[in-house]
């Protein structure tokens, strides 16, 4: 896994290349993309939660998890901007916790002006297993919360517009992933602008992230 841009969270498709090594997203309460190959991670999206079956999708979270066919659990979490009520995300974010903590795997978190509530829900599970903030685009004071806990910040697309450089900056490389989301980008146009930013070489940045991913993991 030497030199490579690997891409920690996409939805897109794309095509094979030696250089690039992308973890597919599976958002399994919407339509499951059956045309994936591994490495993939699957969780129920809060998007994607129907109040009147708002579990839809976890026996094949759970089916995935018996078959060690996932790397980690997510994108999962919580987010106030959209209409379903908060307490039912909470009951579908706490389930899939206690899933990642019962089969030993990291959790990837969508988190949306909900950080407190997530946080809590994390700490009544006791989950003690990786964390990665996926998509991160707020301020430096919140990530150094987060940082400050220990927990993976990914950060897209958003940070060629500049306005999370101060953030980007004060995210250790040891805690920094990077990943394309549903936008379509060039996971090493990311790389570029994050190794300049950081005033390093684009292949000690692949080595950084290289070693998160082994970290997280393997």
Not at 25 to 32: M, Q, S, T
Not at 71 to 78: D, N, S, T
Not at 142 to 155: H, P
Not at 189 to 207: G, M
Request: aromatic share 10%; net charge negative; proline share 4%.
């Amino acid at each position: 896994m030497t030199q490579i841009y690997i891409d920690i969270h996409t939805h897109q498709h794309h095509s094979s290349e030696t250089e690039r090594f992308d973890v597919f997203n599976l958002i399994l309460n919407a339509d499951p993309d059956d045309h994936y190959l591994p490495p993939v991670t699957a969780g129920l999206h809060p998007w994607h939660i129907n109040e009147s079956d708002p579990f839809k999708g976890i026996s094949i979270l759970q089916e995935l998890l018996r078959d060690h066919e996932i790397l980690a659990v997510g994108e999962c979490g919580m987010d106030k901007v959209i209409s379903v009520p908060l307490n039912v995300q909470q009951d579908v974010f706490q389930k899939q916790v206690s899933l990642a903590k019962e089969y030993g795997k990291p959790l990837i978190i969508h988190c949306v002006r909900a950080f407190d509530e997530v946080q809590q829900v994390l700490k009544s599970e006791n989950f003690t297993g990786h964390i990665i903030f996926h998509g991160f685009n707020k301020n430096q004071k919140l990530a150094e919360q987060l940082l400050k806990k220990g927990y993976y910040l990914s950060f897209g697309s958003s940070i060629l517009t500049g306005k999370l450089d101060e953030t980007l900056v004060a995210t250790p490389l040891e805690q920094l992933f990077l990943e394309t989301d549903d936008a379509h980008a060039d996971i090493r146009e990311l790389y570029a602008y994050a190794a300049q930013l950081k005033k390093i070489s684009i292949n000690e940045l692949k080595e950084n992230i290289i070693r998160n991913y082994q970290l997280v993991f393997e």
